[in-house]
């Protein structure tokens, strides 16, 4: 799909993308991205995806909205539910992770960004 928008000199941002289609892009290389120049071998986008089973926008998108536990505290040591159950699962930093991720988000262009009300449909219900 890439090669043939490419081909073709189309651009998503002319189209009006369904929410379902802005979810279930791949977030690796996405096409949003291009111009930004990103490590994507990175620790933590390998992270994202191997531990986090972050594979889609939405999937990024869930990940960063997942439930901020009580006694959560932004530093490494962190020992809340969470930062705790990522670590089990070999993450080395939750926070930094975590931060990484909204990091990658930020720079995905405001039509592809689910954060955004109108976006996701859900955000709105
Ligand atoms: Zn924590
Ligand atoms: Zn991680």
């Not at 379902?20 to 994507?40: A, F």
């Not at 531990?51 to 009580?70: A, E, F, K």
Request: glycine letters at 4%; hydrophobic letters at 35%; one cysteine or more.
């Amino acid at each position: 799909m890439l090669a043939t928008a490419k081909k073709y000199n189309l651009t998503f941002e002319a189209m009006e993308l369904p929410i379902t289609l802005k979810r279930s892009t791949p977030m690796w290389y996405h096409i949003g991205l291009h111009d930004c120049n990103i490590q994507w071998n990175s620790s933590w986008f390998v992270c994202h995806w191997k531990r986090h089973g972050v594979v889609t926008v939405g999937d990024l998108q869930d990940y960063i909205n997942s439930d901020v536990p009580v006694g959560h505290e932004i530093r490494c040591n962190c020992d809340c539910v969470r930062c705790t159950n990522m670590k089990c699962d070999g993450c080395p930093n939750p926070v930094n992770c975590y931060k990484a991720a909204v990091k990658l988000l930020d720079l995905l262009p405001e039509i592809w960004d689910l954060r955004i009300p109108g976006n996701d449909q859900r955000l709105s219900e």
